[in-house]
């Protein structure tokens, strides 16, 4: 019998007030490396923004510049301390006030984020909270620069959700989100909330 609810968060924007990937960057190579990188990647930037390049290439190449060949320990290790110390920082409390009420209800919360699985990881598990996201490819023990999955943004979103968990289980999906790439989703919910924490 369906007598579940299921929650679905996106993370940049909806429950953080920042973009992680960015804040994540800054946070491994400085910020004069991170902007000396943007520098450089400027014309891919250009390019990205006038939709020459789709999102997930754009991603990719910005990783790779400033990880691509990290020993794939250290990247982890940075990461987890990222997500342990500075996430808290940037997380909006309306958002963090909205998980625990659904946990406090019983229902199941998931987190849904084209970001990188490993600098949210060790933060959803402190709050009990399952995490989808984008992966990074690692060889011979090395950050490629790659992805391991196809970039969890838009459709591919709604994709990994329908692989990971059993919807028919569940009376209610309720969805938050912020963007474009929340908008399927959202229309996948029977709850949909836009940019629900801004107040």
């Known amino acids: 019998m369906k007598n579940r609810n299921l929650a ?5 924007g909806t429950i953080t007030s920042k973009d992680t990937l960015v804040e994540f960057i800054k946070y491994a190579v400085g910020s004069k490396n991170y902007y000396l990188g ?3 990647l400027s014309p891919m ?14 991603k990719e190449q910005l990783i790779a510049h400033f990880f691509q060949d990290w020993e794939s320990q250290k990247f982890q290790a940075i990461a987890k301390k990222y997500a342990l110390e ?9 958002a963090i006030e909205q998980i625990r009420s659904h946990q406090e209800k019983g229902d199941k919360v998931v987190i849904v984020s084209a970001s990188i699985e490993c600098w949210i990881d060790a933060w959803a598990k402190q709050y009990g909270i399952e995490l989808i996201a984008t992966r990074l490819e690692r060889q011979d023990n090395r950050v490629t620069g790659k992805f391991d999955t196809k970039n969890c943004y838009g459709i591919e979103k709604v994709n990994r959700i ?12 309720t ?5 474009s790439g929340d908008k399927e989703m959202l229309a ?3 709850n949909a909330y836009y940019k629900p924490f801004r107040g």
């Open 86 to 94: 500075e996430i808290d920082t940037i997380t909006r409390p309306q």
């Open 38 to 40: 943007l520098l450089k």
């Open 188 to 190: 996948l919910s029977h």
């Open 175 to 179: 969805a938050y989100g912020d963007s």
């Open 45 to 58: 930037l250009l390019a990205y923004t006038l939709k020459f390049i789709p999102n997930h290439k754009a």
């Open 8 to 12: 679905l968060f996106d993370f940049d």
């Open 162 to 173: 329908k692989k990971s968990l059993r919807l028919k289980e569940y009376q209610t999906i």
